[in-house]
């Protein structure tokens, strides 16, 4: 066998996409008969006064009720939910009697559902059900409740994966509930539901996008199914995320974002992240940083760490965003692939530095600690050789 037949082998692997997506323009109207082939009374966790602003809450509600679903409803979960947070309402999903748990918002709002899925159906605290060094979690059942997953924002992919990402308050760790059982058995992606997100917010969870695409296209352990998904999210990225951000409500914009995004759920779902996730991971646990800012604040620095690993697939990369590419080798397309992706960074306003959320020297060895124990799984999935030393570098870099 030549070189080249065996580098386009394909090897053995699996591939999982069990949710079910209902995309498209009021589609969240559909809700209601989509939840009760699941449950007959549904627990709605949200946002309250952006799902209420912008009338998300009231078509839901009215939605599973006309379809003879009864309705609970939480609309208290804030950004980065905390384990004690879901505890306290999957006491209250228990009490309702709620056999159905519909997620209404960004990846906080999913991944809360997610935790009370699991915690109102098993006994003891969600903790206990977390993935953590250490600490070895009780097995999650079958007896999890289902789930619906209504995405506000076009950035997690949440309403695609088998994680709920989990911030426990005493020790300001992010950890997560990874089970297969926590997939939403439905996903409403109602690309007119982000219409009104502002710039800022559609840039950072845009970057996030971007980061789920990308990381799961150089990961250790990605997959031709991963890889095919991803590089369609990461056309759509390069082609739709700045005009998100400048023209709010752009329908063929929000549409193609909204895509993308929960393609690069799917894409994360089969193939994992790298470091660039679990330095954002650190930072939000420590210092409540929204998530798709964190991505984008080291996203190009840890592109380049890994580059020269990677050439070829940066390469590719840079050719399915539309960067310039014509006449240059595979090192130079890689280089070209960090400084355009720096460059859409500077774009859509996230060129920030860490001191604008008071982040100093002082606490950059602490981070990478956070990084190389409480999201080691980044480490694992990371494409090359990440010494402590490199981390500390590209977290310096941004002070």
Not at 254 to 277: D, S, Y
Request: with cysteine.
């Amino acid at each position: 066998m030549t070189g080249q037949e065996d580098n386009a082998r394909l090897g053995s692997f699996v591939c999982s996409m069990p949710t079910k997506v209902v995309f498209g323009f009021d589609k969240i109207d559909s809700v209601g008969d989509e939840t009760k082939r699941l449950g007959s009374h549904a627990l709605i966790v949200a946002a309250a006064k952006t799902m209420e602003k912008t009338g998300a809450l009231a078509r839901t509600k009215d939605s599973l009720e006309k379809a003879g679903v009864a309705v609970t409803v939480f609309q208290e979960v804030e950004s980065d939910p905390t384990v004690t947070a879901m505890d306290q309402v999957a006491e209250l999903c228990h009490r309702k009697g709620c056999n159905v748990v519909v997620g209404l918002g960004g990846g906080s709002a999913i991944d809360f559902a997610k935790g009370v899925a699991v915690g109102a159906a098993h006994t003891g605290s969600v903790l206990d059900y977390m993935t953590r060094v250490g600490h070895p979690s009780e097995p999650i059942t079958e007896k999890t409740l289902p789930i619906v997953a209504i995405p506000t924002t076009a950035g997690t992919g949440a309403e695609v994966t088998a994680v709920a990402v989990i911030t426990i308050p005493a020790t300001h760790e992010k950890h997560g509930i990874i089970n297969p059982l926590v997939m939403p058995k439905v996903a409403i992606v109602d690309p007119g539901l982000m219409l009104s997100l502002p710039p800022r917010l559609t840039a950072g969870t845009g970057f996030d996008v971007f980061g789920h695409a990308f990381e799961a296209f150089v990961s250790r352990f990605t997959t031709p199914f991963a890889d095919a998904v991803a590089l369609e999210a990461l056309r759509l990225v390069g082609a739709y995320l700045v005009p998100a951000v400048r023209e709010q409500r752009s329908l063929v914009a929000r549409e193609n974002m909204a895509w993308a995004a929960t393609l690069g759920g799917v894409a994360i779902a089969n193939a994992g992240m790298t470091v660039a996730h679990g330095i954002a991971q650190a930072l939000g646990g420590r210092f409540h940083i929204a998530h798709g800012e964190a991505v984008a604040f080291c996203m190009p620095e840890v592109m380049q760490q890994m580059a020269a690993a990677r050439s070829d697939r940066f390469a590719r990369v840079a050719q399915v965003m539309g960067m310039p590419t014509q006449g240059l080798t595979k090192q130079e397309c890689a280089q070209a692939c960090v400084a355009g992706i720096t460059q859409l960074r500077e774009d859509v306003g996230l060129d920030i530095r860490y001191r604008e959320f008071g982040i100093s020297a002082d606490d950059i060895d602490r981070l990478v600690e956070d990084v190389f124990n409480t999201q080691h799984w980044s480490i694992e999935h990371h494409p090359c050789e990440l010494p402590h030393s490199d981390v500390k570098r590209i977290l310096a870099s941004r002070l």
